[in-house]
């Protein structure tokens, strides 16, 4: 089993692009997450959902959206990025027992 | 919203020494999980542990919830215990919301 995977590792984007990272887990978890770590600080989350066709807003929500795709994948898409999305960007799941499981993260730099 | 602090920020070891990690927290929780981050920032899951004592090797950790408070013992530390410890919890309206600490820096040398 591979886990938690996320695409792509790394991003440079131009302020004002966009772009969507994308996460998929195999462990057949109903919830997932997606959490943004700055430097020194632990995480903070941005957006769940807590089973398929579900999401709901997390601590920083703000210049985000997400996507629950199907109960395997689940999509944060930044519309225009800004400087202040600099960031890494974790996926987790969780099953009824709420441990999370984490990808290896996306390291996003906005210029 | 519930507080989490975690103590000490900075860890100094030499392999083979004992330690252990403090996470207080504000309100009462019904979801506390300790992670560790590896120095090439992997995050992995280490103890779900809302109250009580569990172990796991060398590692073990206690929640006391009345008290608010949870420890991570680490026992025998080797080098590939380096890295950093986070605390997270989630209060009684949504077990899923987790709130981190700023985590312990841990550095174990030979």
């Known amino acids: 089993n591979a886990g938690v995977t996320q695409t792509p590792k790394f991003q440079v984007l131009k302020t004002g692009q966009s772009m969507t990272l994308q996460c998929a887990q195999d462990?057949?978890?109903?919830?997932m997450y997606w959490y943004r770590q700055d430097p020194g600080m632990g995480l903070r989350l941005i957006y769940y959902?807590?089973?398929?066709?579900?999401?709901d807003k997390g601590e920083v929500p703000n210049g985000y959206n997400v996507s629950r795709l199907n109960k395997r994948e689940f999509s944060l898409r930044l519309e225009s990025a800004a400087p202040s999305q600099t960031s890494v960007y974790f996926c987790?799941?969780?099953?009824?027992?709420?441990?999370?499981?984490f990808g290896p993260g996306t390291r996003l730099t906005v210029t | 919203g519930i507080q989490v602090e975690q103590s000490p920020p900075d860890l100094i070891l030499q392999e083979g020494a004992n330690s252990t990690l403090r996470c207080n927290f504000s309100?009462?929780?019904?979801?506390l999980q300790w992670f560790h981050q590896n120095p090439w920032g992997q995050l992995i899951n280490l103890f779900y542990?809302?109250?009580?004592?569990k172990q796991n090797g060398r590692l073990s950790a206690t929640t006391v919830a009345t008290e608010r408070y949870s420890l991570l013992y680490i026992s025998s530390s080797q080098t590939t215990d380096s890295g950093v410890y986070f605390c997270?919890?989630?209060?009684?309206?949504?077990?899923?919301?987790?709130?981190w600490g700023l985590g312990t820096s841990l550095a174990v040398n030979p």
């Open positions: 309100d009462s929780v019904n979801n």
């Open positions: 462990m057949n978890h109903n919830s």
């Open positions: 542990i809302p109250s009580g004592t």
């Open positions: 959902s807590a089973s398929e066709g579900t999401t």
């Open positions: 997270a919890v989630a209060g009684a309206g949504n077990n899923r919301k987790l709130i």
């Open positions: 987790a799941s969780s099953e009824i027992s709420y441990e999370q499981y």
